[in-house]
């Protein structure tokens, strides 16, 4: 079976409408605002061709326009299937939110409309509200006294998708959290947390097999969470982060897994942008190719 973990790191060196993955969040606590949508897509609207990675904040200047992973195996008897991002325009889309059921990797319509969404929270909201319940099972702790406004639990906390529908057919846990009172479920006001990296984190879960259309899907659950850190450190404050857990859901054994990442980086202007690779460092990026960055 197929599980792996993955992490990803963007460097950013100085038209159909789609009926789904419309619902995206964003990451904006350093110099990037980094949008990715519920199906996985990075960075372009489909709606209106937009793109939204813009380096730095506010300036105007976006770094990438479409980005996602990409996932192709063999079979026992040596054929390919595959499932990628590329625009998601003209039909052309592959994955879809929502996960799928562990004993035969579907999913329907209904549960996917649900799972169009992608969650955000930071750092601080979670140190809040550990606080505030740490503070409550202490009785040498005065709530009046730390929480002198009181403390409400904010929906980024509460709206976390950690457990999925066991009785529908799903994993129970989804998106990872602290289980403060260890009873194994994700209840909030019992000082339950989500587990995330970075000062600010997203979390969205997609999968390939709500339609397959003409192509062979592999039948994976994809568990995505983009982050980033705040703070004045130069690389780390022009840094996004994502972690991929994705998970064979197809119920066969694939002889052999590939995956990749697609990138059309539009480096400002993308007329007079140049790519580059190294190897040694398993890197690429994208420069401009002259001092002149167009509009």
Known sequence: MLLRSLSFLLVLVTLVPCAWGQAHGELDINSVRA?????????????DGSSNMEVPQGGGTQALYSAGPWVAVLDSIGSLHSSS????????????????????????????????HVWSVTREEIATHLAYFTCLNDPDCSVEIEFPDGYTIPASILDWPAMGNV?????????PFYDLDLDGEYDPSSGDVPCILGDQALFLVFNDRLISGTSRPVGVEVHAMPFAYGGADAILSNTVFIRYHIINRSGTNYDSTFIGFFNDFDLGCPNDDLVGSDPSRNMCYVYNGDDNDEN
């Open 35 to 47: 949008r990715f949508y519920a199906n996985g897509r990075i960075s372009s609207d489909t709606l």
């Open 85 to 116: 991002i590329l625009y998601d325009v003209g039909g052309s889309m592959q994955f879809f939110p929502g996960p799928l059921t562990l004993s035969d990797g579907t999913i329907t319509q209904d549960v996917s409309d649900a799972y169009n």
């Open 167 to 175: 009785d529908a057919g799903y994993d129970a846990y989804l998106a």
